[in-house]
């Protein structure tokens, strides 16, 4: 695991223009708030990083990673960035 800014740098040098990223991890730790800094994070980097929004968290209900991340988390967390998939 590595920050977004490391990844996009050692990857821009070998030619890549864009990663599409899945934080479900860090949804089940830290939720909205830690997609929320994911997604600062990528912004102006060499690489577009593209993030998933996570579909299930914890992914059953047999986890107790301590977030819980629903359709109405995943709606209001597309809105409030103004992201690029809310806007399609």
Do not use: K
């Amino acid at each position: 695991m590595t920050t977004p800014a490391t990844f996009a740098r050692l990857a821009a040098v070998h030619g890549t223009a864009a990663a599409v990223t899945d934080p479900h991890e860090i949804a089940n730790v830290r939720g909205a708030a830690g997609i929320r800094a994911f997604v600062e994070a990528s912004e102006g980097l060499p690489v577009e990083v593209l993030v998933m929004l996570p579909s299930c968290v914890p992914s059953t209900h047999l986890e107790t990673s301590g977030q819980y991340w629903a359709l109405r988390t995943s709606n209001r967390s597309m809105a409030s960035r103004g992201s690029s998939a809310s806007r399609r």
